[in-house]
């Protein structure tokens, strides 16, 4: 048997040639995009000072319909994604220094960019795991509620015996409602660095 320093080297290769495949969609959407295109949810808009909160009963559902999300992300499932994001949904990844990495328009497109995703990681075996916390909601009218969270990114490799940080960021959320089903209708994903290059999911 290796080393284990030497498997570890060899993980963390795999792990970097799972980021490069998942980067490709997000990369190649950017292309079309002016260079350095600014992030529409500038991560430097702070949070309002005197947030409304929304009713209990809408307060669970929003709170809900985030934790569909980040399990539908971590179970690698497209059929858990159904009902939770408008048909108009507008989402976008930025870096920390206010880049656009990639966006997408419509549910059809933020489908396509996570079946990716999904198709990357069933292929490499590599399981990660999204936690959400510190969630602050802010009702801005009786069918209207922004959101604002923290989310730390896992990845367990096979092949390795602990997860390896893949990002942490802020996950900044609009949701609808519709009836009386809440919808996700904007989502922005900042992560913390500066630098990140369309990386993180």
Known sequence: MLPKSVRLLA????????????????????????DKAACENDPTITWPLNANDPPPADEIAIRKLLTRYNWALDDHSALQLENLFADKIF?????????????????GKLKSYLGIYFDVFDKSGTQPRHIESNTLLNMVDANTVQGKSTVVVTLQHSDIETPVLDYTGELR????????????????LITDGPRLQARAR
């Open 11 to 34: 993980c963390r290769a795999k792990l970097t040639a799972c980021a490069v495949g998942l980067g490709i969609f997000a990369t190649a959407a950017a292309a079309q995009q002016p």
């Open 91 to 107: 989402y976008e990844l930025c870096n920390a220094a206010g880049d656009q990495l990639m966006t997408a328009s419509d549910s």
């Open 173 to 188: 959320t609009v949701f609808k409602k519709d009836g009386n089903i809440w919808q996700f209708t904007e989502i922005t």
